[in-house]
Structure formats: C-alpha cells, structure tokens
C-alpha cells in the first residue's frame, strides 16, 4: 500500500512552459484535492475531486486545470508557467468528507 | 469563504513543559477541525481531529479543545519532547473536503 504517490519530486520550469504533475492513489479514496504551499501561507486548496469525473475549484484555482479520470489519479496542469507558481505542492486524499487527509510527500517546482 | 487563524506563530519551550496553540475560525458553520504536524522537509500528517458535536478529544500526550461559541479551537501538547519539534497547522471545514489551512506554528522544544 504505496498510499499517495506524487511525481516529480522536483522540476524547474521557465516562464511559459507547461507541465503536468502526477498523484496516484492506491486507497480507493474517493476524495482527492490539491495545495500549493509557501512560506508563512500555509496551505492553500487549489482544486478538488468528489470522484471520478467531478472536479470543482479551491481558493487558488488560476493558472491550474485538473481531471479526474479515474478513481486512483487526479493530474495538475500548468498550461502556462509562471514565477508566481513556484511552490510546493501537495497531493492529499481521504475516504470520506469530514476525515483526515493524506498527504503526498510533495513536489517542488521553481518556475525562472 | 473560511478564514483559519493561528497564534502564535513561533512557540519555544523547554523539554518536558506543555505546548499550546491556538486557532480561530470565522464560518460558524465549520464543523470538522484537524490538527496537522509537518517536519521540516516532510509532508503534513494528521495528529489529531475534533468535530463540532465533542469539545475535548485527548491523544496520549495530545489533546484538542473546542469552543464552538468563542469560534476557537486549541492544540495541548503534555510533557513535549525533541521529536514534537516541528509545524503545526490547523484547520477547518464544513465537513465538504473544502479544508482551509492557518499559517501554521512553529513550536521548538529546547533540550
């Protein structure tokens, strides 16, 4: 049980690139959501999924599409990188509204 | 939307002595408030939850209280330990996976 798994780790972009980044869970969780953290911001929701084909937007949705194909995967796409989107960002899922979440180890992305 | 507030921001204490932060919610809605502890480096992992039904949940050496009417929740850490050295970030939400996060705490335990 791998739990959430986000790729890549790392990724340096320059201004104007896309990219996507990969959460995979293996916990049949139907929820799944996506933040961004910065320093002394803390966490902040940029998308989330109910389940499969359901998606809706979080606090901080500009600049980020995502889609939920499958139960396991929910990608964040960067149609057009900017210096503002460098961050780190967390994948996180949970079984049921109203229980923790768990969170990915993380992806840091510097965009120049 | 949810506004989460933390203070205060940096705690230090002495090994063994008690920890104690404290968040403000401003959607009296909210009823869903966990507790997350991020290590440097790591991701954030759940450590404690309360909902809006309880007012004190206890963990160990962890303990959560809940004053629904001041609209503020708290995080009671007992007899700290080198290993509680770490952020510590609260939350709410209206139980619909729309979590909103404070800034988080640094909480140092002094040896």
């Known amino acids: 049980n791998a739990g959430v798994t986000q790729t890549p780790k790392f990724q340096v972009l320059k201004t104007g690139q896309s990219m996507t980044l990969q959460c995979a869970q293996d916990?049949?969780?139907?929820?799944m959501s996506w933040y961004r953290q910065d320093p002394g911001m803390g966490l902040r929701l940029i998308h989330y999924?109910?389940?499969?084909?359901?998606?809706d937007q979080g606090e901080v949705p500009n600049g980020y599409n995502v889609s939920r194909s499958t139960t396991e995967d929910f990608p964040l796409r960067l149609l057009s990188a900017a210096p503002s989107q460098t961050s780190v960002y967390f994948c996180?899922?949970?079984?049921?509204?109203?229980?923790?979440?768990?969170f990915g180890a993380g992806s840091r992305l510097t965009v120049l | 939307g949810e506004n989460v507030e933390q203070h205060p921001s940096t705690l230090s204490v002495q090994e063994g002595d008690s920890a104690v932060i404290k968040c403000t919610y401003s959607?009296?809605?909210?009823?869903?408030f966990p507790w997350y502890k991020q290590e440097l480096g790591k991701r954030p992992q759940l450590i404690i939850d309360?909902?809006?039904?309880?007012g004190e949940k206890k963990d160990q050496r962890i303990a959560v209280t809940l004053n629904k009417t001041a609209k503020h929740f708290s995080l009671h850490i007992t007899e700290t330990q080198p290993e509680d050295s770490a952020v510590y970030f609260c939350?709410?939400?209206?139980?619909?996976?729309?979590?909103?996060f404070g800034k988080g705490n640094q909480v140092v335990v002094i040896p």
């Open positions: 996180a899922s949970t079984a049921q509204v109203g229980r923790g979440l768990t």
């Open positions: 916990m049949n969780h139907e929820y």
């Open positions: 999924s109910v389940g499969a084909g359901i998606t």
């Open positions: 959607d009296s809605a909210s009823n869903y």
């Open positions: 309360i909902r809006s039904n309880v």
């Open positions: 939350a709410a939400s209206q139980g619909n996976n729309r979590l909103a």
